[in-house]
């Protein structure tokens, strides 16, 4: 979770590295996906997944000359040589209706496990500097009830804090966080709350919606985010990983909230 200060965010560099045009065939169309060498094969899939709408997890990447290197999520797509003009094919299929694989969840990367100096170093980095860039170029953030003056922010992560999906339980109630409720009613009296998973946006909103958070009388939900909105960075001790960078709610709602900046917290919250 996290919140707002009166301290303005870092200022963001423009993009310097290495640009790639990718062509990627699926469904008897071509798709164009422009994504710099840095980033990663994960990178890639939520690139495709804007404009194909079909989920990473779903994707399946074949490009034959450079062998399963694409199953990688964790790859960094500099260490793949592409050609000029490249054509990857993508194999996947949209979802109308959710179905939630447990077992394909995320892991969970806990910012707390990060030292204080090492989070610094990952914040601080120019590439992921430029990789929030870009996601700010990219995503948007919709209001569901406007941010109210004077109130500070709390992001909340779904699993393993609103809801345990690791649970065998049936029905969604049984999955809820003891007291959720009375909690969030409590938060919303001092704090604009925004959720924000690491799944897509339907699941978000069909999780919530069953679990009565988004209407519910006694508080209201400032916005919804979803894994789109996230990035990929490197760390020394748990390598690659996908996390969620505050910094975008900064840059994308300035006239509303800023940045805190304080023990671990700093711009990271953990991947859920």
């Known amino acids: 979770m996290a919140s707002s200060s009166s301290t303005p965010p870092a200022a963001l560099s423009p993009l310097t590295e290495e640009e790639l045009t990718l062509t990627v065939k699926w469904n008897g169309k071509e798709y164009t996906v422009r994504i710099c060498a840095d980033d990663s094969v994960a990178e890639l899939k939520r690139r495709i997944c804007l404009l194909t709408t079909v989920l990473p997890k779903r994707q399946k990447l074949l490009y ?9 999520d964790c ?14 094919t993508m194999i996947g299929t949209v979802e109308d209706d959710i ?27 120019e590439v992921n500097k430029q990789k929030l860039r870009r996601r700010i170029d990219q995503y948007k953030i919709n209001l569901r009830t406007p941010c109210r003056k004077g109130k500070k922010l709390l992001v909340l992560d779904i699993d393993y804090t609103l809801f345990d999906h690791r649970s065998t339980a049936e029905n969604p109630l049984q999955l809820m966080r003891p007291y959720l409720h009375e909690f969030l009613t409590a938060a919303y009296a001092e704090y604009d709350i925004m959720i924000w998973s690491a799944t897509s946006m339907k699941w978000v909103e069909l999780k919530m919606t069953e679990l009565g958070v988004l209407n519910n009388p006694n508080y209201k939900i400032t916005a919804l985010l979803d894994h789109l909105a996230m990035i990929t960075v490197q760390s020394d001790t748990r390598g690659i990983f ?5 910094g975008l709610i900064w840059a994308l709602l300035p006239e509303v909230f800023t940045l805190l900046f304080t023990h ?7 991947n859920g």
Request: aromatic share 4%.
């Open 64 to 72: 034959p000359k450079i062998g399963n290197k694409l199953s990688d």
């Open 75 to 88: 790859l960094l797509l500099s260490s793949i040589s592409f050609k000029p003009s490249l054509k990857m």
């Open 264 to 270: 671990k917290i700093l711009i990271f919250l953990c």
């Open 242 to 246: 996908d996390c969620k960078p505050l």
């Open 99 to 125: 179905i939630v694989d447990q077992a394909e969840s995320p892991e969970i990367v806990d910012d707390f496990e990060l030292g204080k100096e090492e989070a610094v170093d990952v914040k601080d980095k």
